[in-house]
């Protein structure tokens, strides 16, 4: 399927540090957006690149696509506790559907 | 069924008038979201449903949007006095509590407010 997967599952780090999630899909891309959802909540759009771009910054945020090996990833910098949540890649092709993964859990230990 | 269904795909209405969109989810999902995506920009949360727990409204523009869940199944998101901003495509999203195997979204209903 095209639904993107994200790596790892599961990322426990210190406050302060930096956290690297990735996300693989399968087939050609429209754009790629990375969502974060807390528990209980809706998913909250964080950032969106499209197939031409190869990186874009957004604050503490850091993504990169490389559509040749089919991958994104998203940096978090000087990671918070507030930055501990499930994080989810959401790819779109070109019929505008959205194929979501199923996410990183991430949790920053204050 | 065996996806996420929504229905009208298309809905043409005119400014002021209201509007009832309808999603079906996978069976046995406890979870509901619907979200709004304006044309490219990412998605917008607008209500979230768990069980029967009170859903979260958070998202709802304002309170011309509602939307309701009954009997734990088939959602149906209304906009009353409907006006251009509205138009958007409206995406339904279920998954199990967890959500342990993602979302499954729906193929949407494009409205258009003329």
């Known amino acids: 399927s095209q639904q993107g997967e994200e790596d790892p599952q599961a990322l426990s780090i210190q406050e302060g540090e930096n956290a690297t999630m990735n996300c693989s899909y399968k087939?050609?891309?429209?754009?790629l957006q990375w969502y974060r959802q807390n528990s209980g909540r809706g998913l909250v759009h964080l950032i969106l690149?499209?197939?031409?771009?190869r990186e874009k910054h957004s604050g503490r945020l850091r993504v990169t696509l490389d559509t040749s090996k089919k991958s994104s990833s998203l940096l978090i910098t000087a990671s918070r506790a507030a930055d501990t949540a499930s994080y989810f890649c959401?790819?779109?092709?070109?019929?505008?559907?959205?194929?979501f993964g199923t996410g990183t859990s991430l949790t920053v230990i204050p | 069924g065996a996806g996420v269904s929504q229905s009208p795909s298309n809905k043409v209405t005119e400014k002021g008038k209201d509007v009832e969109l309808r999603c079906d989810p996978i069976?046995?999902?406890?979870?509901l979201y619907w979200y709004r995506q304006s044309l490219g920009q990412g998605l917008e949360f607008l209500i979230y449903?768990?069980?029967?727990?009170?859903?979260?409204k958070s998202g709802l523009p304002s309170d011309r949007f509602s939307a309701e869940r009954t009997g734990g199944s088939v959602s149906t998101l209304t906009i009353q006095r409907t006006q251009q901003e509205d138009s958007a495509v409206y995406l339904c999203?279920?998954?199990?509590?967890?959500?342990?195997?993602?979302?499954?979204f729906g193929s949407g209903t494009r409205l258009t407010v003329v």
């Open positions: 999203a279920s998954s199990s509590f967890q959500a342990k195997n993602g979302y499954t």
């Open positions: 087939t050609s891309i429209n754009n």
């Open positions: 690149i499209r197939s031409n771009e």
């Open positions: 959401a790819t779109v092709d070109t019929g505008n559907q959205f194929y």
């Open positions: 069976s046995g999902h406890t979870a």
């Open positions: 449903f768990q069980g029967n727990s009170a859903p979260d």
